[in-house]
């Protein structure tokens, strides 16, 4: 997978923003979690992964900095296949019990909820180390009905509305597949699945030129 620079401005991951830097020597405290992904991803890929942009912490949280000077049509990030969480990573034990009717959005939910609770023995812990917790998310998914009344009026909160409902039609199918295999793969809430629903989503929209 590739990523091409169309138009630079800020983009979002993991609902998480994301901020361009051309200063080549960011004045930040790095976070250990991130100073150790890229090492963990090119250890993971087999290869060197190059690419004109960091991670690290600044004012706005996570942010990326750019080391150089980024073109448009500059390729800025190449990610091998194999380091996609995709549905086929849905241990066979629980893959052909999900229907067909669960988005993949659900399925890869599931997939970072078992290495979630896998901890330190999963090989995507690095990973999952960097995604945010709910409390630092702000989707409306998470907003109480008070919060949604101020929106009622706004394709938002028909659209917040929606995605809740088809959520929690997935979790209403995938959670009795799960529950016999909690010994083996751990246990996850409601909330669980929301919050990994939503961070997935953002996977799937991760850049947004």
Not at 71 to 91: A, E, H, K
Not at 115 to 127: A, C, R, V
Not at 166 to 176: R, T, V
Request: glycine share 2%.
């Amino acid at each position: 997978m590739s990523f091409r620079v169309a138009t630079l401005r800020r983009w979002s991951l993991h609902t998480v923003v994301f901020n361009f830097s051309s200063s080549p020597s960011p004045q930040f405290q790095s976070h250990s979690v991130l100073h150790n992904f890229l090492p963990w991803l090119e250890n993971k890929a087999s290869s060197t992964i190059s690419s004109p942009l960091s991670i690290s912490n600044s004012s706005y949280g996570n942010s990326l900095f750019a080391s150089k000077s980024i073109q448009t049509g500059d390729c800025i990030l190449q990610v091998p296949y194999s380091l996609q969480l995709t549905p086929d990573n849905l241990p066979p034990e629980i893959k052909p019990f999900i229907s067909e009717d669960v988005g993949n959005i659900a399925k890869l939910a599931t997939v970072l909820l078992i290495h979630k609770n896998l901890g330190q023995d999963s090989e995507w812990h690095p990973y999952i180390s960097c995604l945010p917790p709910q409390a630092e998310m702000h989707n409306t998914i998470f907003w109480n009905e008070s919060e949604l009344e101020m929106i009622r009026q706004s394709s938002v909160y028909q659209e917040t509305i929606y995605q809740k409902s088809q959520i929690e039609k997935d979790f209403l199918e995938i959670k009795p597949v799960f529950q016999p295999f909690c010994q083996s793969f751990g246990d996850f809430t409601w909330k669980d699945f929301m919050h990994a629903c939503t961070l997935e989503h953002g996977e799937a929209q991760r850049v947004y030129l």
